[in-house]
């Protein structure tokens, strides 16, 4: 695992735990030996990219250190219904409070991935690359983002704190393109920070007052038609990377993709997914 997702994905399993045990597993410590050792797999039961493996094993250790976990398939691997993943074997009791928390993260982030995967095939053969957004559930941008990886895309920032994107709010709040600028680079020297700048625009007209105020690395085509991304992309060639963004669908990908920007953001690979379906049983 990336070093830069560890550290919220650790977090969010304990979260899991205390969200989901909470004082006791009640139902299991009536019906189960502590001692007791068992053994279960994860069964695949629709066709998708499989997402969060290695998370899943995280959480078996994290409730029994002397899991043994047994990992058939990887991370980012097509499956077909009737595939296992894996074989985990530990304390019964322990197997039974991760159940639900590996289920949930394994079935979002194979869903994203899946989702991914058919949004990155769209763009076979063209040099530009699918991003995922900050449009992912509270708490959960980690998984999520690296499901996006897994399905074939790439992540735009992970937060606020290390990108600059100066979107249309920024931009009239500050009173403008040039002052927006002004002001961001200002303050990035202030404090000594080095981070790339990337500035959202609405029109032409815009986009020569960003060459105008200078500084940026990337610019963001905000519900710009295909037409005008096209007259856009000439303008810009060569002189920043290009971001296409809102109202892009499936069917509109790879029209903008031809036009030659860098990437396309689409929300919906977090946003607006169906959770790839699977279970975990006691063999």
Not at 132 to 150: E, F, N, Q, S, Y
Request: with cysteine.
């Amino acid at each position: 695992m990336e070093a830069q997702y560890l550290p919220f994905v650790e977090e969010l399993i304990e979260l899991c735990i205390k969200e989901d045990i909470g004082d006791g597993d009640h139902s299991s410590l009536s019906t189960v030996r502590p001692e007791a050792r068992g053994r279960m797999r994860l069964l695949v039961k629709q066709e998708g990219v499989i997402a969060g493996i290695e998370v899943a094993e995280m959480v078996f250790r994290r409730l029994d250190p002397s899991t043994r976990f047994e990992r058939h398939i990887a991370d980012g691997s097509r499956v077909a219904q009737g595939d296992v993943a894996f074989h985990v074997e530990g304390r019964e009791l322990s197997l039974l409070q991760a159940e639900r928390i590996v289920l949930n993260i394994m079935q979002r982030m194979s869903g994203v991935a899946t989702q991914t995967a058919v949004y990155v095939a769209r763009l076979e053969g063209l040099h530009t690359r699918v991003l995922d957004t900050r449009k992912t559930t509270p708490g959960m941008r980690a998984l999520d983002k690296m499901a996006v990886r897994l399905g074939g895309g790439s992540n735009h920032r992970m937060g606020l704190f290390d990108m600059v994107i100066l979107k249309d709010n920024h931009v009239d709040f500050a009173g403008g393109v040039a002052a927006a600028l002004t002001r961001c680079r200002a303050y990035l020297a202030a404090r000594g920070r080095s981070l790339p700048i990337e500035i959202e625009v609405r029109s032409m007209a815009d986009i020569e007052e960003v060459f105008a105020a200078g500084g940026v690395d990337r610019i963001m085509l905000d519900n710009f038609s295909v037409e005008d991304t096209r007259l856009a992309v000439r303008l810009i060639a060569g002189r920043a990377e290009i971001e296409s963004s809102g109202g892009i669908t499936l069917d509109t990908l790879r029209d903008y993709a031809a036009c030659g920007v860098d990437f396309i953001s689409v929300g919906a690979l977090t946003h607006q997914i169906r959770s790839l379906d699977m279970s975990l049983k006691a063999v």
